[in-house]
């Protein structure tokens, strides 16, 4: 007999969400966090997107900790000495469904409370090291020899998924798999943060993505700025392959680059930086999803791959909770057949096939190659950049038509003509 | 604001007795680009008198490096016990 049904590896939103959906269910469920307290390892932009969580905690809206409601959603175009920049406010936004701005270890230590009450027991201050085998099996994990057995493992490890790798259940990460995360919250009064930002409320946030088509030797690096209720979270998504081929720049200057842009500074002066951080970001898309699930185990949550951005969005945090408890779900009618094997589990694939989760990673097969295209981080910024000067300026000079004002700009581009109409064909089919 | 400044906001649980990542030194002394000096985050690889320094306590546990070297330098590991980096925020 196993000392649990389900052994939970990692307390995100992922693994939160499993536990509470199984101990919920009756199910004898044990969330190990390496961080004490949980949430105190982890890191996020981060704008928790959608209701996924609604299934699990259905008055979460109200008793989660959560930061401001997103009421305006920006995506930019920095250069140089523009920006280039949609601002998207609507009351029907805020009449659909946007999301909350969040602070993990807040959000992530209540998460793990609410397993607890739920039934769950939580370990935090435990590092598992592999997955404990008998023959193909997995049952249960392995800490510093100790074996602990389940029936079912889920691992929700996050972003550098150690467990899966050492247990050989997946390969190790590459540079096409992930990006650089660093990230500072910046202190600044919460009256401040709700003018700056033109917001309705203090409840209410501001959410933006900047291309950043300026950084030093050419990196490319996504930017955030996300505002809560007392503080803004700014930070960089750097691509890793980029990187390596600049080899000249430093992830953590780059961070200051973004902050100095003439159109950034204002927003976050007089602001007091409050922490750093920095972590993996999985942007590999579905070419990045390992294996799901074994004999005995299946793997959720960002240490799955499971994260979505086309330069307009990023999330990560709604994928995770809904592949938690798809996995919980599949954990508790293996349990019913008393059969853990791969084909048994296998139904965990299937519950994300018919989601949003995988159908999204494989409708945008292929997104990450636009993300990361020259034609989003030079093409487009310095052909708006060029047209919006022309189109906005007056230099007493006849006034041409926006066709050929467009023209000109698109010649004045380094991407040759070329290879911007094949660009532009993918990448709006892609997106 | 320098890295040094940032890293001294930093809330950490220091683990004397293991060193969740090691570097084989060997391997590094040979290596054509020292990609991890200018990937990890936390500035815990830098070059003195060309010789490679890692110290792994400042280390953020971000996984950066062990993906950054590609010369099968880096072994990575979780810290244990709840030691390492400690957010107040995250």
């Not at chain 1, 008793?63 to 995506?75: C, Q």
């Not at chain 1, 193909?136 to 889920?154: A, F, K």
């Not at chain 1, 300026?393 to 010649?411: A, C, D, F, T, V």
């Amino acid at each position: 007999m196993s000392e649990f049904d389900v052994i939970v590896v990692g307390a995100g939103p992922a693994g939160a969400s499993a536990a509470i959906k199984l101990a919920t269910s009756g199910s004898s469920v044990l969330l190990v966090e390496r961080g004490d307290p949980p949430g105190s390892k982890n890191v996020s932009g981060g704008v928790l997107w959608g209701d996924s969580m609604g299934s699990v905690i259905p008055d979460w809206e109200k008793t989660a900790p959560m930061e401001r409601y997103v009421e305006a959603k920006g995506v930019s175009f920095l250069t140089k000495d523009s920006k280039i920049s949609i601002d998207f406010r609507s009351r029907k936004l805020q009449e659909r469904r946007s999301g909350y701005t969040v602070l993990r270890t807040k959000l992530d230590q209540w998460l793990a409370k609410k397993a607890k009450d739920s039934g769950a027991m939580v370990a935090a201050g435990i590092t598992v090291d592999k997955l404990a085998f008998k023959a193909d099996q997995v049952i249960g994990v392995e800490q510093d020899g100790d074996v602990i057995t389940s029936d079912v493992v889920i691992l929700a490890e996050g972003a550098n998924p150690r467990v899966a790798i050492n247990s050989g259940i997946r390969e190790k990460l590459v540079d096409r798999d992930v990006a650089i995360g660093v990230k500072e919250i910046i202190k600044l009064p919460e009256k401040t943060i709700t003018e700056r930002f033109n917001l309705t409320s203090p409840k209410m946030g501001f959410a933006s993505e900047y291309v950043l088509g300026f950084l030093d030797g050419g990196v490319k690096a996504g930017g955030f700025i996300y505002t809560n209720k007392e503080s803004i979270s700014l930070g960089l998504v750097i691509s890793m392959k980029e990187m390596r081929e600049n080899n000249n720049t430093r992830s953590f200057d780059l961070i200051e680059q973004f902050k100095e842009h003439p159109y950034i500074a204002p927003l976050i002066e007089g602001g007091r930086v409050d922490e750093y951080s920095a972590h993996m970001v999985q942007e590999g898309g579905i070419k990045s999803v390992p294996q799901l699930y074994g004999n005995g185990y299946m793997i959720v949550g960002d240490g799955a791959g499971f994260s979505f951005s086309n330069g307009m969005v990023l999330q990560g945090m709604n994928y995770a909770i809904a592949s938690g408890i798809a996995a919980a779900e599949s954990a508790m009618k293996a349990k019913i057949k008393s059969n853990f094997s791969k084909g048994s589990l296998s139904s965990y694939e299937e519950r994300l096939k018919s989601s949003f989760v995988l159908q999204d990673l494989m409708n945008f097969k292929g997104i990450e190659d636009v993300t990361w295209s020259d034609m989003i981080h030079r093409g487009i910024p310095n052909i708006s950049e060029e047209l919006f000067l022309s189109l906005f300026s007056e230099n007493g000079q006849p006034k041409k038509h926006l066709y050929n004002n467009l023209i000109r700009s698109i010649g004045s581009s380094e991407v040759p003509r070329k290879d911007m109409i094949i660009n532009m064909y993918r990448m709006l089919r892609r997106m | 604001m320098k890295i040094e400044d940032r890293l001294s906001l930093l809330n950490y649980k220091t683990d004397k007795s293991y060193e969740h990542i090691t570097i084989n030194p060997s391997i590094c002394e040979t290596c054509p680009d020292h990609f991890c000096t200018f990937a990890c985050p936390a500035k815990c690889y830098s070059l003195i008198e060309e010789k490679l320094n890692f110290k792994y306590e400042d280390c953020v546990e971000c996984g950066t490096c062990d993906v950054a070297c590609s010369h099968g330098s880096v072994a990575w590991t979780n810290t244990k016990g709840g030691h390492g980096v400690k957010y107040k925020y995250g």
